[in-house]
C-alpha cells in the first residue's frame, strides 16, 4: 500500500482550544520533521470549537506505525499534544477513492 491519509479528531480539555491552536504551531514543525510525512493540515470547528481536525498524508501506513511511532519526535509531539485532549482522539487512514473534484 502506497500513500495514507490519516484523519484524526480531538476535543480540547474545556477552555484551552486557543491555547492548543497556539501549541499546534510548534506540533506541527516537530512531526514535519518526520521523513514519512508528506504534509499536515488542521481545522478547528465552527459549531464546535473544542475540537480540531487533523489531516495528516503520510508517505505509507508503515511511514506512520514503524516510522514516526518509533522516533524520538513522537515523545516531543505527544508531550505537547497530549495534554489538552479530552477523552480518546477518534483516528483512522483512509487512501483516494476517485478523482478530486474541483468545479
Given at each position: 500500500?502506497?500513500?495514507?491519509?490519516?484523519?484524526?479528531?480531538f476535543t480540547i480539555v474545556d477552555g484551552r482550544a486557543d491555547e492548543?491552536?497556539?501549541?499546534?504551531?510548534?506540533?506541527?514543525?516537530?512531526?514535519?520533521?518526520?521523513p514519512g510525512l508528506d504534509s499536515i493540515e488542521y481545522w478547528r470547528g465552527v459549531e464546535r470549537p473544542d475540537v480540531f481536525i487533523?489531516?495528516?498524508k503520510w508517505k505509507s501506513l508503515e511511514?506512520?506505525?514503524?516510522?514516526?511511532?518509533?522516533?524520538?519526535?513522537?515523545?516531543?509531539?505527544?508531550s505537547l499534544v497530549v495534554?489538552?485532549?479530552?477523552?480518546?482522539?477518534?483516528?483512522?487512514h483512509f487512501i483516494p477513492c476517485g478523482e478530486p473534484y474541483t468545479g
Open positions: 500500500m502506497g500513500q495514507v491519509y490519516e484523519l484524526a479528531e492548543f491552536e497556539q501549541v499546534m504551531e510548534v506540533a506541527r514543525t516537530v512531526i514535519g520533521r518526520d487533523l489531516l495528516l511511514a506512520h506505525f514503524e516510522g514516526w511511532r518509533n522516533s524520538p519526535d513522537y515523545a516531543e509531539w505527544s495534554p489538552f485532549i479530552s477523552g480518546t482522539p477518534g483516528d483512522g
